[in-house]
């Protein structure tokens, strides 16, 4: 069952002699939330950003290959999740990972990487990654997890 993208509730009716003549709605849009790709590879981008814009309530899905870029989209934009990729060239996504999670409302993070070694793991959610995934087994996970994630959103 797929969630509505709005609702509505009657604020007031007007009436004259016991009839409404008309009514003001309030429509309140369900929020769709927006994602923020990183990683070097442009295929993987490529890839996962036509996965994402196949889930239904991702509304806006931005992408960077690096770090600096990335943290400029992310000021920019304030997107509430990031799919971010733990070795980039000439970056560290763990390290960019530390820095998101000092941000007052900090988006959920999904690690995907190629790396899933335990240590790479283990640092990662002690950093504030909210979910870590291996690019080659579990890449299947990442459009259940996004849909969860839209539905709490």
Known sequence: ?????????VLSDFQI?????CSIYVIECGKEMKVL???????FRVRLVNLLSTIEGVEDIAEAENGR???????E??????????RMRNDN???????????????????LTNFPYPQYRRIC??????FFLD???EFDEITEIIKELVDQH
């Open 135 to 137: 690019k080659s087994t």
């Open 69 to 75: 870029k990335a943290m400029k989209l992310y000021q």
């Open 1 to 9: 069952m797929s969630k509505p993208l709005y609702s509505e509730r």
């Open 77 to 86: 934009d304030k997107p509430q999740l990031l799919i971010l990729d733990i």
């Open 125 to 130: 959610m002690e950093e504030g990654a909210d």
């Open 93 to 111: 996504g763990i390290e960019f990972l530390k820095e998101i999670k000092k941000e007052p409302d900090a988006p959920k993070v999904i690690m």
């Open 17 to 21: 002699a016991g009839f409404v003549i």
């Open 37 to 43: 790709v990183v990683d070097d590879s442009r295929m």
